[in-house]
């Protein structure tokens, strides 16, 4: 599904990710724990496309393709998706057109037919209810004046109606209280498919009693420096990642 | 659904015209140039009353005197105004051709990118309720809804018919709001007008439908230079829509409108324009000068104008509709968004002139600029020493797509009374490159987002439009700025 290989990338002049090797198979749970700094969001944006993150060498294949050569909305409509860590506010644009606007253009991609405005209002309606969000959110623009937990929701809820293949959440518990953190990862669980993968970036264990991981993995100065299963975020949450900056120093 | 169609017949009548017109139809045109002789010509040819004609000649004598405006931050070329035709009209209304396939494919492209064959015809199919006057070139060619409307005592007809068909209305109010030496173009427009429209809402009528003018200069090396008049007597009310088109040519054309708007005690007009003239090529050759005066006088208590426009065509925009508010309790209102993109330029704003006492007015202007252009707010706001308790909120804003274009805001403030409030907020600010990245993640292709966001940015203007004319105008925002990034 994902195959990144020896991944060298830098922001201006400097590298931040040195030699990154993951595969994620179909329908995979990883998730990638790291310190602050570490390079997870820039994995992140490096995936999705965004301008002044330069790959400078190794190679990333999605689906037998590579992923490096396309445009941001091409791989969008390929079925990437990014939760970002901090959504961006567009003043004046509800996000209900933002929605559509979104979900019409992946499905042009996509081969798939258009939503009117009736048959994407009842569509959208089916996720919203999991994730709690009222129909008052959706008429506000988008992530403007939104709590850090209507933002995270609102993220989800762009995940579920845009049904990516792979989806990359970014450290999409932060700044949630422990029922929004049961909502958001409750509804990301509703997601999980055996033809959706998730890279889930976090800095805390708790999102993952709700996503319950295949596969974790640790990030330290642009490299994943260990593997393991669910019981590695546990310990990584007891001691800290102290001795991963050692190894990486 | 039988007044629909009517609608759509007489527009597709027009849009005959509209392509056909450029090489082969034959059309009545002044001789070139312009002088007494000139305008006599066009006094003739509307067979006007002798009071007009002299109205005419007095604005052309004056006019001789002024001097052309500079103040504006606007270049462009001398303008020789006698390299000009001051009336062209089409012949005969079945001259057009047969089919659209010698329309220059640029102009059906653009089209096409709207999402329909004929720009005019989307608007008005899918509505219903629209009274249309079409003026091309010099003249008014159609004008739909007349019969049903007069039931209810509404007059909405060409300007140079209410010159004969209601000569009292017309002798009290023309040029009562821009007198003809107002300004160098109003004047030259007073003296060389030739068609546009006439309203008149009586006394406690609801206009029972949306009226609407569509100009559209087609002859070359023509002016046109359209005169509209609407007046809403005691407790009326009317929506009024402009839209204008003009084919793409490698000259320069002068359009200069004058628009009067005459309300009275509790009457209330909303004015809205989608402005969509030739802006020229992305090397700013050709395009339309737009230069325009719109004035609206609230005479009475509680009067109440709003303007509303969506400027994204033309080369050159100069244009500031004002509000006088003499009544007590009137109300003004402002809203604008102006777009320019590639060598466009827009200087454009308001007045708001408080007279009386209670008066409120509100401006809100967006400016989005791209590509080479420039784009200024220009607003005054007078509060006069009868103004007591009178309040203005102006807010501006510029949005700058890219790194070679410009913003800049202009506010006039000038408070006589102690007692009135004025408020003033201005931000400029670019499209972030977080929200374009944004989007794009979300599979909105780049131009795509700009549009969307710039539409974001407008938001409080657009919802000001009539329905039906805002999707158009959405589509709008999305064809000025192609080519604005990447
Ligand atoms: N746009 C940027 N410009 C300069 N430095 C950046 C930029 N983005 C990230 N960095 C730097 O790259 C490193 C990794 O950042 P990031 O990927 O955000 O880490 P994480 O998400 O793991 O906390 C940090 O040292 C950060 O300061
Ligand atoms: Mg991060």
Redesign the interface.
Known sequence: MLEIKNLHARVGEVEILKGLDLTIGSGEVHAIMGPNGAGKSTLSYVL?????YEVTSGTVLYQGKNLLDM???K???EGV??A?QY???????STM??LK???N??RR?RGQSEFDAMDFLKFVRRQTKVLNIGDDMLKR?VNVGFSGGEKKRAEVL?MAV?EPTLALLDETDSGLDVDALRIVGEGVTALRSPERSMLVITHYQRLLDYIVPDVVHVLADGKIVDTGDKELAIKLEKNGYARYAEAAA | MVAVTETVDQVELVEKYKYGFVTDIESDQAPKGLNEGIIRFISAKKEEPSWLLDWRLKAYAHWLTMKEPNWAKVGYPPIDYQDSYYYSAPKSMDDGPDSLGDVDPEILDTYKKLGIPLHEQEVLAGVKNVAVDAVFDSVSVATTFKEALSKEGVIFCPISEAVKEHPDLVKQYLGSVVPYSDNYFATLNSAVFTDGSFVYIPKGVNCPMELSTYFRINASNTGQFERTLIIADAGSKVSYLEGCTAPMRDENQLHAAVVELVILDDADIKYSTVQNWYPGDENGVGGIYNFVTKRAACRGRNAKVSWTQVETGSAITWKYPSCILQGDHSVGEFYSVAITNNHQQADTGTKMIHLGKNTSSKIIAKGISAGKSQSTYRGLVKMMPKAEGSRNYTQCDSLLIGKECGAHTVPYIESRNKSAKIEHEATTSKIADDQLFYCRQRGISEEDAVALIVNGFCRDVMQELPMEFAVEAQKLVGISLEGSVG
Not at chain 1, 48 to 52: D, I, T, V
Not at chain 1, 87 to 93: K, S, T
């Open positions: 999705s496309g965004r301008e002044g445009e941001p909305e791989r969008a409509g998706f990014l970002f959504p961006v506010e567009i003043p004046g644009v057109n933002f606007a979104s979900v253009s992946v991609y623009a762009q845009l």
